[in-house]
């Protein structure tokens, strides 16, 4: 199993997860989150912002699914064609675990 945890902007977050619903991966965590990339932040006339806000999507995925859930999210959280400076950053972790804490099911 891993840990997608997905860093983007937050006028991108529902089409994220909708199309992680449609390409069935309904099971996500949402948080609001502050942080600066390798910009270290942003300047805006005299005005300086070292924390930006973001949205952090949490996905536990089995290990042959990594590939599908990064790709939806980095087709639908990109801006533009290309992408610019701010999108965001996808981390994957290994989980060791899990438990449903309902009825004590191991695993996925």
Known sequence: MLLVRAIIRPEKVSIVLS????AGFP???KMDVFGRGRQKG???GDVFYDEIPKEMLLCVVRDEDKDDVVN???RNARTGEKG???DGRIF???VEDAYTISNGKQGL
């Open 72 to 74: 939806v999210i980095m």
């Open 92 to 94: 994957i972790s290994p």
């Open 19 to 22: 199309e992680l619903l449609s």
């Open 42 to 44: 942003l300047k805006i």
């Open 27 to 29: 099971a996500v965590t």
């Open 84 to 86: 610019n400076f701010g």
